[in-house]
């Protein structure tokens, strides 16, 4: 595996590779989930890149980005054995210049959601993607579904500016007990640890009951909402919509439930889509 921490180095590297490229850009502390983003990206390539680098622009002012937890020689390893061949590791000042004008904005898909809860967090997704997609020039790219507006939003990106690039979907990875993994799952207390799975219990109920023929999107969140809430977590938003555009839903057969919720300090997200075969 090959270290890499200038964009010069980097598209240098990349003139000399032949065959497609994946890539899966990720901001570290990697576990499990990432590493499955990297096995489904080296069955379309025949070269992978990953890229770790905490965003700024993504972090609103009272979010966790000091404490956000990193572990650089650590996931250089977890990277090595996934099989990539080339570990992009730019510092903030490589990525971002101190008097840059450009954002990239996604307009519709990123109001409601994460979105109405943390103004500006997808102007940021959407711009580093963008800086990302530009420097790497990859054909595919692979995103985690645990994360299910932010790509629906980059599909969207992707195609409104012609990137030729494949966007896919991995399936959440989950623990044992259904919490999905997450980089902030590390920050959780042990007590708030136990009660976490309430977010995936939850959605499994409202799963079976959207089986069942439950048709009302505010039925379905009250069903999430009473297990979480049951658990001592704390709702952000509990949101039935539909998968493709992401506004509310208004009955029919295809309906996402898509779940925020605090856990003491840490906010956990977590999605399911009800017209899928269940998978918790």
Not at 127 to 156: C, E, H, M
Not at 235 to 253: A, K, M, N, R
């Amino acid at each position: 595996m090959i270290i890499v921490n200038s964009i010069s180095k980097l598209r240098s590297l990349r003139k000399e590779l032949e065959g497609e490229v994946a890539f899966v850009p990720t901001m570290g502390a990697l576990h499990e989930g990432h590493l499955s983003l990297m096995s489904e990206a080296k069955k379309h390539a025949q070269t992978l890149i990953v890229s770790i680098f905490v965003n700024p622009t993504q972090f609103g002012p009272n979010e966790d980005l000091d404490t956000y937890p990193r572990d650089t020689e650590g996931d250089s390893k977890k990277c090595e054995s996934a099989g990539c061949d080339i570990l992009f590791l730019p510092s903030v000042s490589e990525i971002y210049d101190d008097n840059a004008k450009t954002e990239v904005s996604v307009a519709s898909l990123t109001t409601n959601l994460c979105g109405a809860k943390r103004p500006g967090h997808f102007n940021g997704v959407t711009t580093i993607v963008s800086k990302l997609f530009n420097i790497v020039q990859p054909d595919v790219a692979v995103f985690g579904k645990k994360d299910y507006q932010q790509l629906a939003v980059l599909r969207r990106m992707v195609k409104d500016l012609n990137f030729p690039i494949r966007i896919i979907g991995s399936p959440t990875v989950r623990e044992s007990d259904g919490l999905a993994k997450s980089s902030r799952n590390l920050k959780l207390r042990s007590d708030y640890r136990k009660s976490a799975v309430a977010l995936s219990q939850g959605l499994v109920k409202a799963h079976k009951a959207f089986e069942s023929g439950e048709r009302k999107g505010a039925t379905l969140e009250q069903i999430v909402k009473d297990e979480v809430e049951t658990a001592g977590l704390v709702p952000d938003y509990i949101s039935c919509v539909d998968p493709d555009t992401l506004e509310t839903y208004e009955g029919g057969e295809k309906a996402l439930i898509a779940i925020a919720i605090f856990a003491g300090e840490v906010r956990l997200i977590d999605n399911i889509e009800l017209h899928e075969e269940l998978a918790i």
